[in-house]
């Protein structure tokens, strides 16, 4: 069955609106306005999730290096930063003790840094980059990436209303296809579209190691008071992984009474599942 789909030109298109495609979109605008000569490109943002940050997941403790670069002043454009960090600390868990590390490594050494919410953080930005000019197109999700003589030529969206089998339902709506000079992914790790890119333009990945990935849980507890006070961090490693395994647990406390908690292990082991590539 032929298929018609919608064509929508664009000069760049951006998968992804995280930190990653947020910032490229915003970067973007302030080149063109700081350059009277440049016109405006057409740009076009797409999100899967139903809202900008709905699919952010972070610990998160912000270095906000990056973030003082793009933007300044994003202390008076009122950042949502829940909490800077006040103390950091280490702990090497064996099965029925904690042992705190006497200094912090470097590694999770987080002075300076913030505690954020990387949703409430990638939702303000999205705010900063639809006022800079930038079309964002939340719920669009990008299911096929299109390849024309060996460069990328945009993104095919998302067929709606397709059953388990992949047929369609009488509420079929085809996805478009969205052309564009440019194309940027910005799907985060695992991304379906990045992968797409790998096998159909292997040289991108011609001589490069190979990705390895961590699996873990992450929640946010409110927790009485009295238990912590916002700004503390803890890392732990240690049980209940095996000493030659990489992993381990964090505590972000986001105020005296919200916690960010969460474990991650590595799938690096050659005793755990790889993902298949
Ligand atoms: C549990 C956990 C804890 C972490 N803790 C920290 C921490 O404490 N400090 C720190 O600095 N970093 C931390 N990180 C890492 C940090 O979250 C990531 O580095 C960061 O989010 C990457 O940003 P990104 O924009 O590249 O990708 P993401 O934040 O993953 O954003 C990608 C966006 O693209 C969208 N998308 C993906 N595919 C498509 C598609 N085909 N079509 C349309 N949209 C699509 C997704 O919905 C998502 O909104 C943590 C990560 C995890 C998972």
Known sequence: MTIEREVLPTDVLIVGAGPAGLSLAYKLAQLVQADEGLEMPEVLLMEKGSHIGAHSLSGAVMDPRGLSELIPDFAEKEAPLESPVTADAMYYFGKESAIRFPFTPKAVDNHGNYI????????????????AGIDIFAGLAGSELIVRDGRVAGVQTVDMGLDKEGNPRPNFEPGSIVEAKVTILCEGVHGSLTRQAFEKLPHLTA????????????????????????????????????????????????????????????????TRPTIPT
């Open 116 to 131: 954020v919410s990387l949703n409430r953080l990638s939702a303000w930005m999205g705010e900063l980059v639809e006022a």
């Open 207 to 270: 001589d490069c190691l190979p990705q390895s990935y961590l699996t873990g849980v992450k929640e946010v507890w409110q927790v009485p008071e009295g238990r912590i006070k916002a700004g503390q961090v803890y890392h732990t490693i240690g049980w209940p992984q095996p000493s030659n395994e990489y992993g381990g647990g964090w505590i972000y406390a986001m105020s005296d009474t919200m916690v960010s908690i969460g474990y991650a292990v590595g799938l690096i082991h050659p």
